[in-house]
């Protein structure tokens, strides 16, 4: 097998990351993310990943609270996340590092592009955490936003379901999953495959979007090697 793509970001739910717990960390899940990452690392292409917070903590849980303060919980962690998958990354021979868009300079970079760059041509998978550091972000919009800066050739959203439905197919056994959807589509409708802000940036910045299973079988190296899984979100 060989790559169709030179630089891809991955955005992994934290829910994904959880495995059937549905919260913390299942090494399990971790290992088999990282052995593909490893198969494509290997294949010398460039990867960024964002991770979400959702296993940890999700905004919306602090019904009462202010969401400022409910969504820097949310970054905090992404951080987390972000730690663990440094960790298991780099226990497989893969050097990695971790930027964060707030300031926390005692476990991790600041988000720099231009140092996020220098890192892919040292061969080093850059992991980018707290979203895009604002509150009322989502970390879809922070994959998104991350993609268009280091000009990625895809952007490839790892689900909990192996693409995108017209419903949902866990309470609709008859939903329609789409193969194929345009962005317009996807913002004319409100179809919640991504948040409307994602979409219309990667719209305006041509970027296609992959979003499919991670539990499918070596679904990340498919992927990115150019197999049609999941759902293919572009401008066409």
Not at 68 to 93: C, F, K, W, Y
Request: with cysteine; proline share 3%.
């Amino acid at each position: 097998m060989s790559p169709k793509y030179r630089r891809v970001l991955i955005k992994l739910s934290g829910e994904a990351l959880a495995g059937k717990a549905g919260h913390g960390l299942d090494e399990n899940v971790i290992s088999r993310v990282v052995e593909q990452i490893k198969t494509v690392h290997n294949m010398g292409v460039e990867i960024a990943l964002v991770i979400g917070g959702g296993n940890f903590w999700r905004g919306r849980q602090g019904k009462n609270m202010d969401r400022t303060i409910a969504d820097h919980m949310g970054m905090l962690a992404t951080v987390m996340n972000s730690l663990a998958m440094m960790d298991a990354l780099e226990r497989q021979g893969i050097p990695t590092r971790v930027q964060t868009a707030l300031i926390m300079t005692s476990v991790a970079e600041p988000y720099i592009l231009r140092k996020a760059l220098s890192h892919f041509e040292k061969k080093r998978v850059v992991i980018m955490a707290c979203g895009t550091g604002n509150p009322y972000c989502s970390t879809d919009t922070a994959a998104a936003q991350r993609a268009c800066e280091i000009q990625a050739d895809l952007l490839m959203m790892a689900k909990n379901v192996d693409g995108i439905y017209d419903s949902d197919p866990k309470t609709n056994p008859g939903a329609k999953k789409y193969g194929h959807i345009n962005y317009l589509d996807i913002i004319k409708d409100g179809i919640k495959a991504m948040d409307t802000t994602a979409a219309t940036m990667c719209m305006e910045n041509d970027i296609p979007v992959v979003a499919f299973g991670l539990d499918e079988e070596n679904s990340i190296v498919r992927v990115v090697c150019g197999e049609h899984i999941g759902t293919i979100i572009d401008n066409n």
